[in-house]
């Protein structure tokens, strides 16, 4: 399916600031399933320099710097192409039972593994979805997914890191990144290697236009799959990835800072059309 994104992000400052370095990862990533087309971003005010590069994710970002003081900042973004449908790929034997052993890719794997620590909660509903799903890889996937999306109430939140996985799971509501957050610290907790994703997914009418957020599983022999608890479902072709990365802190749109004694706000203008 064509896609054609329009994405404004403004922030305002009530004073002059200057602006140091910052990073924006806003262009549709490559994959089995999309292929880009067009793509522009101008910046306001004109930066010294504004350099496409890979992050150490394989992300396509742009990196700029700048002079002199400020109270706005605008990036305007454009981007089209096209998304299609994943061809079935058979998965290596080893990947049907939990938990999976990546052998010689598991030092590689490490990243999408590691948690700095899991709350007992988190620890016994992931377990007893493993139990449930008698530890059949694809089965677990699929039941995680839609157990989130039935218990969990999806309550928008534009700003703010996720929610730490127990949160989310205690209080039964989060934002699309909440959500990923919870699914991968359970995937991890179940030796399954799990990233964020961040992207676009055309918004039901009448709701208002945000980014999205979900998760990917690798697994040998199909490689990574990516799952949308949000939705309950695995994506499809109204899902535009931007960038993917082990912490969702390496995922963010636009990563920078500012000198300067100035309190900031931030306004988003986002049209996702998709179809055909």
């Not at 329009?6 to 490559?30: E, I, N, Q, S």
């Not at 699929?142 to 999806?154: A, F, G, K, V, Y």
Request: glycine share 8%.
């Amino acid at each position: 399916m064509r896609f054609d994104i329009r994405h404004v992000t403004t922030y305002r400052y009530d004073k002059p600031v200057a602006l140091g370095r910052h990073l924006f990862r806003m262009r549709p990533r490559p994959d089995g399933t999309l292929t880009p087309g067009t793509f522009s971003i101008a910046v306001y005010p004109p930066p010294l320099g504004l350099a496409p590069m890979l992050d150490l994710e394989g992300n396509l970002t742009h990196l700029a710097w700048f002079e002199g003081e400020t109270q706005e900042l605008r990036i305007t973004v454009r981007s089209t192409g096209e998304t299609s449908t994943r061809a079935k790929l058979l998965a290596d034997p080893e990947t049907l039972q939990l938990p999976i052993d990546y052998g010689h890719d598991q030092t590689k794997m490490f990243p999408y593994l590691w948690s700095d620590g899991t709350d007992p909660q988190v620890e016994e509903f992931s377990r007893s979805l493993a139990r449930e799903s008698d530890r059949q890889t694809f089965t677990f996937l699929d039941l995680l997914t839609t157990r989130l999306h039935e218990t969990i109430r999806n309550t928008p939140r534009l700003t703010g890191h996720p929610f730490a996985p127990e949160v989310t799971l205690r209080e039964r509501r989060g934002s699309c990144r909440d959500f990923a957050v919870l699914f991968m610290a359970c995937c991890r907790l179940q030796g399954l290697a799990a990233r964020f994703v961040s992207g676009y997914v055309p918004a039901d009418a009448g709701d208002k236009q945000h980014m999205h957020a979900w998760a990917e599983v690798y697994l040998p022999g199909i490689g990574w799959q990516a799952y949308d608890p949000t939705h309950g479902g695995v994506t499809g072709e109204r899902h535009v990835p931007v960038a993917a990365a082990a912490q969702s802190v390496d995922a963010g749109p636009v990563v920078g800072s500012f000198t300067g004694y100035a309190q900031s706000e931030m306004a988003v203008q986002l049209t996702v059309d998709i179809g055909g």
